[in-house]
């Protein structure tokens, strides 16, 4: 799993523009499913076959970026966020434009601290004073590698670290992909399973909404990250769940405007945890949501929940998770499927 969560990792996908995980997912599940296709939205959708009940596995292939909005006469370039950055996180990164002809190497600038004034020093610099420099010296020299419209993802490097934790961007959600994956290739069941790469959860849970539609299971699971708070400044009550501690099952989220998970769901998925020995985490949240909120609103309902792998720093470039906790929840997923 380790070489998979690693070209997930470093592979392309800003919301609307999936397809490098995509091909990685089809490639992956070549042979230990039935049917791959990808739907109108750009959704892929995996189907293992089966004379029982249908359960949806979804997990969003995109990640957080940048969009080019406008090149300047001097070649910099402004930019949009796509989803949900701090602009704190965004200064002085170095990023991937991925042009018509390829990918252009760029870095993010903004007015140096030695010419601010105290008051400025003190603030976040917000990502509209900050630029694009891939170093063209006019808008006819940047237009010749980028356009108004091309997304824009973070360089940076995957690592792995001591007591099998690793660390890189887009963690959210390409460790859910990687669930997704190796439970489908590791379950026998009876059941007919949908492995679903989800598009554009970041910006609306777009893809959620129509692959449900077209799918319409038994019931559904949202696979996701949530926060791991066992790190300096977090307190316990404000992010409870923590690395090496095992999936996360997500009772509700958004404070219950997301998905309060329904109570068929939650008991399937505990009885399963405490009868195969799993450790799991309870987690009520009461911000951020997932595919699960847009999969059980479809048409007359889907039973869904949500299970999340702990992951610290999210929504950055270095997101950190473990490979314990990743093995744990294919265990729980594949165990609790076949039990269907």
């Not at 958004?254 to 399937?268: C, F, L, N």
Request: aromatic share 4%.
């Amino acid at each position: 799993m380790k070489e998979l969560m690693k070209r997930l990792s470093l592979a392309s996908g800003v919301s609307g523009f999936e397809g490098e995980v995509r091909d990685i997912i089809a490639s992956e599940l070549e042979g230990h499913v039935d049917k791959i296709e990808e739907d109108r939205l750009g959704n892929i959708i995996a189907t293992r076959s089966g004379s029982g009940p249908s359960v949806m596995l979804a997990a969003h292939m995109d990640e957080i970026g940048l969009m080019v909005r406008h090149i300047d006469k001097k070649g910099f370039i402004r930019f949009s966020k796509i989803g949900g950055i701090s602009d704190q996180m965004i200064l002085n990164q170095a990023v991937w434009i991925h042009g018509e002809n390829g990918p252009v190497m760029g870095v993010i600038g903004s007015k140096p601290p030695h010419r601010m004034k105290a008051a400025e020093r003190k603030k976040v610099t917000t990502h509209d004073n900050m630029f694009i420099d891939i170093g063209a010296e006019s808008r006819e020299d940047a237009e010749e590698l980028v356009s108004v419209g091309d997304p824009i993802t973070f360089h940076a490097p995957y690592s792995e670290l001591p007591n099998s934790r690793f660390t890189g961007k887009a963690l959210d959600n390409r460790i859910g992909c990687l669930v997704m994956v190796e439970v489908l290739k590791r379950v026998d069941t009876d059941a007919t399973v949908y492995g679903v790469g989800t598009v554009q959860e970041e910006v609306g849970l777009k893809g959620a909404k129509t692959s449900a539609f077209k799918l319409n299971p038994d019931m559904a699971l949202a696979l996701d990250v949530t926060i791991a708070g066992d790190h300096p400044g977090m307190k316990e009550e404000e992010a409870p769940a923590k690395l090496d501690g095992g999936p996360a099952v997500i009772l509700t989220d958004a404070s219950g405007r997301g998905i309060i998970t329904h109570p068929r769901v939650k008991d399937w998925l505990l009885e399963t945890a405490g009868e195969e020995d799993i450790p799991v985490q309870i987690e009520v949240s009461e911000g951020g949501t997932t595919d699960a909120t847009a999969i059980h609103l479809t048409r007359e309902g889907i039973p869904a929940g949500v299970v999340s792998v702990p992951t610290r720093y999210i929504h950055t470039t270095v997101s950190m998770a473990s490979m314990k906790d990743i093995e744990m929840t294919v265990d729980l997923l594949v165990k609790a499927i076949e039990r269907l």
